[in-house]
Nanobody, 119 residues
Framework: QVQVVESGGGLVQPGGSLRLSCAAS????????MSWYRQAPGKERELVAA????????NYADSVKGRFTISRDNAKNTVFLQMNSLKPEDTAVYYC????????????WGQGTQVTVSS
């Protein structure tokens, strides 16, 4: 079992920045594929950004490209989501996902952290 814990959400004005953090347990964190998802009220959960487990290849939703940056620190078992130029439509609960391969892929989710962009 992998424990996933997000932090760093909050209220920010349009145009502002926030950095989310996600800590995952386990001694093989560097092998996990890590992703951030979000879910706004009345909408389905959507992929925001992902980072691979080896050379750190990143992937972003079109809506956040150029504004959000995903990164990881394998020494600290942590993945980050730097969010700049935030818009009201970025308001959502943000979830961290750890995808772990143990003969098959398993998904582990955090409890989510609220991000609200409003003036």
């Amino acid at each position: 079992q992998v424990q996933v814990v997000e932090s760093g959400g909050g209220l920010v004005q349009p145009g502002g920045s926030l950095r989310l953090s996600c800590a995952a347990s386990g001694s093989t964190f560097s092998t996990y594929v890590m992703s951030w998802y979000r879910q706004a009220p009345g909408k389905e959960r959507e992929l925001v950004a992902a980072i691979s487990n080896t050379i750190g290849v990143t992937n972003y939703a079109d809506s956040v490209k150029g504004r959000f940056t995903i990164s990881r620190d394998n020494a600290k078992n942590t993945v980050f989501l730097q969010m700049n130029s935030l818009k009201p439509e970025d308001t959502a609960v943000y979830y961290c996902n750890a995808r772990v391969y143990r003969l098959q892929w398993y998904d582990y989710w955090g409890q989510g952290t609220q991000v609200t962009v409003s003036s």
